[in-house]
């Protein structure tokens, strides 16, 4: 996949990286604070993925768990359409993976705020939250045609060890596809974000003599989740769904050190299949199994993996 983005530079000298700082945690607390005194329809849910974890290879092995969080506060309509409706919105995610072998562990802990407007065509029913998630329960309404969010957006990230660490200050567009029946489902959900990112710890900096200088950063997002089953003949696989993430990350006004390391262009990609047992099957019942295959990093790591996972979804609770 060939993308092209033009980025304008910015320099960021020591007083405005402070104030930068100083900002970026005034409005994270603003976000977390809002869903406090919102008044709105409330959405959360909280799942926890227990899971096995092996390189591509097969020689490594390792236990892990995923986790992930997600709150969304919707205020009554500002604006209604004949083809949906305009309403605030505040949203906050937390999301990641612990591996017992750090080696293999090439996805990134984020915990993120967002504020901003969705449109909602058709009148979405929004009850899934979240771009990543391993498990088939999606939304059922099948006249929706999912939502469009308009975002400002702050962020934690850091790799498992801690030793690299960004604060991260943008703007996100993106559209989310809640469809899971006929071929409907197979239109992806992507999002788009222009960002500030401030290096709050970096061990690759340190050991390279570099300053933990400020520079912008551009992703790209990019999901499908869809119901496979309903299209394959065998009963029994009538539970399956499949789940593509691909995700792009390019920086500007890094220094040629780092750039050199590959550290400016980052892509992750996984796939993951997932199958919820029925409902007679004794302990076994209700059970969501997944398999999944990822490739590369999310930043702030710092070196390329390819890992297979085979685990559990653990929903513990979603209202």
């Excluded at 304008?8 to 994270?28: A, G, M």
């Excluded at 359409?81 to 605030?88: K, L, S, W």
Aim: hydrophobic residues 35%; charged residues 20%; glycine residues 6%.
């Amino acid at each position: 996949m060939n993308t092209s983005i033009i980025c304008p530079e910015k320099k960021f000298s020591t007083v405005s990286s402070s104030n930068f700082s100083l900002t970026f945690v005034l409005i994270l607390v603003g976000f977390f604070l809002s869903p406090a005194v919102a008044v709105g329809q409330d959405r959360t849910s909280f799942e926890v993925k227990p899971k096995f974890i092996s390189g591509d290879s097969f020689s490594d092995f390792a236990i892990g768990v995923s986790y992930n969080f997600a709150y969304r506060n919707s205020s009554s309509a500002i604006v209604k359409t004949a083809y949906g409706e305009i309403e605030p919105t505040v949203q906050a995610k937390a999301q990641g993976t612990v591996v017992s072998d750090r080696d293999l562990n090439n996805e990134a802990l984020i915990t993120q705020a967002q504020v901003g407007f969705s449109f909602l065509a058709g009148q979405a029913n929004i009850d899934d939250l979240s771009l990543e998630t391993d498990t088939g329960d999606l939304p059922t309404d099948k006249g929706d045609w999912g939502y469009f969010d308009f975002l400002a957006i702050g962020r934690h990230e850091t790799d498992q060890a801690f030793q690299e660490q960004n604060l991260t200050l943008g703007a996100e567009a993106g559209y989310f596809n809640v469809q899971v029946v006929g071929p409907k489902s197979f239109i992806p959900s992507l999002a788009v974000a222009y960002e500030y990112v401030h290096p709050l710890e970096s061990d690759i900096r340190n050991d390279l003599n570099l300053e933990k200088s400020d520079h912008s950063r551009f992703r790209f997002e990019t999901s499908l989740k869809c119901w496979v089953g309903q299209f394959l003949t065998i009963k029994s696989l009538e539970p399956l769904h499949l789940h593509i993430d691909f995700r792009y990350y390019l920086s500007n006004d890094l220094d040629s050190a780092l750039e050199q390391r590959s550290l400016d262009e980052v892509t992750y990609t996984s796939a993951a299949l997932s199958y919820k047992s029925g409902k007679n099957q004794g302990p076994l019942s209700n059970i969501t199994y997944f398999l999944k295959y990822a490739d590369g990093r999310i930043p702030p790591n710092t070196e390329n993996d390819s890992t297979i996972s085979l685990g559990i979804v653990f929903p513990l609770g979603q209202q």
